[in-house]
Structures are given as structure tokens and as C-alpha cells.
């Protein structure tokens, strides 16, 4: 479904309808959307100040649509200089799905926008008590706009435990690319518990007054709305297709973790386990095109739909998403090497939490997916790859890595084509992303122009 047929089936309505009800006696249960009424809320409070304009609401969507990316590329940019930053984040900003949601009215930018504030909080920046509740702060609106994004809660508390040194007897001491601070003991874990239950609760209220995870009017589309409905019209396609997704994109970070490559054995136990955890998710459950199951709509799936599916399992998963479980993997192990094992952590630990909530959704759409695996990216891209450093600024008691066995990245002991090798690889998956935003945003145009 693309994102302007979206707009006038269900945000533009919704929000007409908001905003003719005084905010006194505001429905919040009888309204035609299946996700929290935030979004339609702020833009039906800016058409009762400033006139019903859909051109004025489109541009105020695009500015959320870009806080989104700026807010990206500055996490990004908190890791590493800001053209690797750059060029990492450029193939969100290409992806067909982000600039569909920000020229027409989805809630798709919006949430997103609040879910890397919270997410890029809790794993790229230095925990305290002040952004756990700060992190909390911004989950409660990622799930006042999509209530799905409750898994928040998950990773704002994991960093938060972390912060607090309850985790330090469990993990194993790798080196880390800055001073760790103190632990911060109870109060850093209060605030992560108090930062976590933000976003519970108001999902609790929405159960509440909804009678049940999704607005009466939409409870058809996901099997009923209560709990035990919505887990029996799950889509457990989706980790397969996230997973795929993930294999695919992650190809072209590649050569940012060019020296794990190089050191997998198929013999290591985590290769075999994310080759099994990637084969799971791809043979469990059905993975061929099928519009009555939801399983439609984006390039993934069309590659599905031609290639074999046997017992309707699709041969593109099976490929596929154990590539994704490797990708992430080599990631992780590259981020680790560069001293940042704590926040790659907490984003893959993020990006299951979100897998796993994104299967309660009826409906697999490539949508849901694709610009929240791009962040992922990224992100961890940015983690992976070490900051250069020339050797004037080097020295014994500044080392890059407190306790890494590695030297410092410098101009001398490296290869002087490798950052622009790490740039190619987003570069040209932002290229290939804008060449098929092209095609969808405008051959539909012209195909019923014709």
C-alpha cells in the first residue's frame, strides 16, 4: 500500500474528525485508524489554529520527516566523523518509504522519530538517571503515535541496569572506547524502571479504554483486538522478512567489518546459531507471497513472489535471513573490537524486542520493516567503523581503546582506500534505494496519466 492512499483512507479523516470535536469531549476509542490517536491529535490541534490546509499538515509531516533523519545522521555522527556519518544514513533518506511518508500524512516518520530519540538515548549515549526518564518520556509518544513500539521499554531498562552495575557480574570485561563512568547502583536502575513503565502504562490505558490492543473499529484487521486475539492473527513471516531485509541491506556495510569477515570459521557456535536462528524463522512459517496473509507489498516481497516457494516456504528467506543474522553478528563482533560492545548490545537486543513486537501486526509489509533496519544499519555501521586519528594527536596515555589489543587507527597503519571502500558501500544502496523510490513515487502517476 503505498503512502498516498494511506493518507486519505485513514490519517486525513481521522484528523478532519478531531478536529471538529472540542477538546473536552475528544472520541478517543471510536476512530478510523488502528493505531494510537498522537499523530492525528497534534495536526488536528495545528487545523484548529490554522484551518483545514493539507498542504500546510504535509509540510509540518515533512518536518517531522526530517528531525527523523537529522536525528539519525546526529547519532550517527556521535561515533565517528560526520561524512562516514553521512553516507551511512543516506539510504534512509533515499529509502522509497521514508520519502513516501514525508510527503504525505502516515504516522510511519512520526513514530519512527520517537523511537530514535528513545533507542539512540539508551544505546549511543552515556546512561544516566536524567535521560532514562528522558527516554521514557519519548517511548510514551512513539506509542501514543504507533501503540506497537511498547518494546522500548525493554532496552531503556537493559541500559539502565547497565548504568547501575547489576549487569557487571553476568557480562565479560571487553575493552570500551571511553572511560566507563561509576555505577550509578540503585538510582540509575529506579529511573530506568520508572523511564520503562512510561510507555507500559499508557499502552495499559489504551487497553483500557479500547477494551482491548487496537481501536474497535480496526479490531477485524488483527484478529479481535484483545491480547489472545491479536498473538493468534500474528504474522510470524515477519522475522523472516525483517531478516532477509537485513541480509540484503547489510551486504553494502560489508566492508566496514571486513576484517570479521575475514575471521568467520563454520565451525565458531555463534555462526552456527545465526545460521540455525535464521533458517528457523525462514522454514517455521510459511514465507510465500500470499495477500490474504499479508504477505505483500514492497520490492522483498515481489522477489518472493517469482522465486520458488515449496510447501510454501520461499527459497529468498532461506538465503536470506541467515545472511541477516550474520550481518548483525559481524557487526556486533566489529563494534566490540572497537570498544563499543555496550551500545551495539543494546541496539541488537533493541532490534529483536522490535522483531518480536512487529509480529503481533497482521500484516508483514516491507513498510513496517525496511526504515528501522536501515537505522539499525547505520547506526551500527558507525559503531563498527574506527575513527580515524592522525599520529599527532596519539599518545601512550590517550590510547583510541582503553584495553584493546589493536593500535590506534592511524593515517600510517591504514590503508589509505579503505574509508572510501566503507563510503561506497551506502553510497551505492542509497543510489539503488532513490532509483526505486523514483519508480514508486512516480510511475504510478504516470501509469494513470496513460
Known amino acids: 500500500m503505498n503512502a498516498a492512499g494511506d493518507q486519505e483512507k485513514s490519517p486525513l479523516p481521522v484528523i478532519r474528525d478531531f478536529a471538529a470535536q472540542p477538546w473536552s469531549e475528544m472520541d478517543l476509542v471510536n476512530y478510523r485508524s488502528a493505531t494510537a490517536p498522537g499523530y492525528h491529535l497534534f495536526m488536528a490541534g495545528i487545523v484548529k489554529v490554522f484551518g483545514d490546509g493539507v ?11 526530517l528531525l527523523l533523519l537529522l536525528n539519525v545522521a546526529r547519532g550517527a555522527a556521535r561515533l565517528i566523523s560526520p561524512t562516514f556519518a553521512a553516507f551511512a544514513a543516506a539510504p ?135 491480547v489472545e486475539s491479536v498473538a493468534g492473527a500474528a504474522n510470524f513471516a515477519l522475522p523472516a522478512l525483517a531478516m532477509s531485509l537485513l541480509g540484503a541491506l547489510g551486504v553494502f556495510y560489508l566492508p566496514v567489518a571486513r576484517k570479521q569477515v575475514r575471521s568467520l570459521r563454520p565451525t565458531d557456535p555463534l555462526v552456527v546459531a545465526c545460521v540455525l536462528v ?102 551500527m555501521a558507525c559503531l563498527a567503523a574506527r575513527p580515524w586519528r592522525r599520529r599527532r594527536t596519539d599518545s601512550v596515555d590517550d590510547p583510541a581503546l582503553i584495553g584493546a589489543l589493536e593500535p590506534p587507527a592511524t593515517w600510517e597503519n591504514r590503508d589509505r582506500l579503505w574509508p572510501w571502500i566503507e563510503r561506497a558501500g551506502p553510497a551505492a544502496l542509497a543510489g539503488l534505494q532513490l532509483l526505486l523510490a523514483m519508480y514508486t513515487l512516480y510511475w504510478p502517476i504516470f501509469s494513470r496519466r496513460g
Open 55 to 65: 498542504t500546510l499538515l504535509q509540510l509540518v509531516n515533512a518536518g517531522i520527516s
Open 278 to 379: 535464521g533458517l528457523i524463522a525462514a522454514l517455521a512459517p510459511e514465507t510465500s507471497f500470499n495477500p490474504q496473509a499479508g504477505r505483500r507489498y514492497g520490492w522483498m516481497w515481489e522477489i518472493i513472489k517469482r522465486a520458488p516457494a515449496p510447501m510454501e516456504r520461499s527459497v529468498v528467506p532461506v538465503v536470506l535471513a541467515p545472511m541477516g543474522a550474520l550481518m548483525a553478528l559481524l557487526l556486533w563482533r566489529t563494534a566490540k573490537a572497537a570498544g563499543r560492545a555496550r551500545q551495539a548490545s543494546i541496539l541488537v537486543f533493541g532490534l529483536v524486542c522490535w522483531m518480536a513486537a512487529q509480529t503481533a501486526n497482521a500484516q508483514a509489509w516491507q513498510r513496517y520493516c525496511e526504515p528501522l533496519i536501515l537505522i539499525f544499519l547505520a547506526w
Open 92 to 226: 534512509l533518506l533515499c529509502s522509497s518509504y521514508f520519502l513516501g511518508s514525508s510527503i504525505w500524512l502516515t504516522t510511519d516518520n512520526a513514530a519512527l522519530l520517537f523511537v530514535t530519540l528513545a533507542l539512540g538515548s539508551a544505546a549511543l549515549a552515556p546512561a544516566n538517571p536524567v535521560r532514562s526518564l528522558r527516554q521514557g518520556g519519548f517511548a510514551a509518544m512513539a506509542v501514543g503515535t504507533r501503540q506497537l513500539h511498547v518494546w522500548l521499554a525493554a532496552p531503556i531498562l537493559i541500559a539502565a541496569a547497565h548504568r547501575s552495575g547489576l549487569l557487571e557480574r553476568w557480562t565479560p570485561k571487553v575493552p570500551v572506547a571511553e572511560h566507563p563512568p561509576r555505577p550509578g547502583g540503585l538510582p540509575a536502575l529506579a529511573a530506568g524502571a520508572i523511564g520503562a513503565s512510561m510507555p507500559l502504562l499508557l499502552l495499559a490505558y489504551f487497553v483500557w479504554i479500547w477494551g482491548g490492543l487496537i481501536p474497535p473499529t480496526f479490531r477485524d484487521l488483527h484478529g479481535g483486538g484483545d
